[in-house]
């Protein structure tokens, strides 16, 4: 008969996850979940002061992907922004490109105009 598959409400010691799952779990403990334990259930590891909830676990994970999908947008308004910007600039050459053309069509309208002295 297989044994439970364990959850954090019917653990009664600490369970290792590297044993369970391999060597790159290795010091990854879910606590067990008695009432006297006010870690009852929760994720530990040997570097962490405290251990962690799996909804806290949750939470930086979807935080972690919400981070990504800012950094994609971030650059994305980045790169529209550089083309907003190098189109502006085409057109303040463009216009004063035009301007110059006007005031010099202009100066040499009034030199055919002026009368003959």
């Not at 779990?25 to 009432?35: E, K, R």
């Not at 907003?84 to 105009?113: C, H, I, K, P, T």
């Amino acid at each position: 008969m297989p044994a439970a598959k364990p959850t954090p409400g019917n653990l009664h010691e600490v369970l290792n996850l590297g044993f369970l799952m391999g060597s790159s779990w290795d010091g990854f403990l879910l606590l067990p979940g008695d009432a006297s334990n006010h870690y009852q259930g929760r994720f530990q590891h040997a570097y962490w002061r405290k251990p962690f909830e799996i909804g806290d676990l949750c939470a930086m994970f979807y935080t972690t992907q919400q981070v990504k999908s800012f950094q994609h947008d971030l650059e994305r308004l980045r790169q529209e922004i550089e083309a907003v910007s190098l189109r502006a600039d085409r057109a303040e050459n463009e216009a004063a490109y035009y301007r110059r053309q006007l005031w010099e069509a202009s100066r040499l309208g009034l030199m055919f105009s002026l009368p003959d002295r």
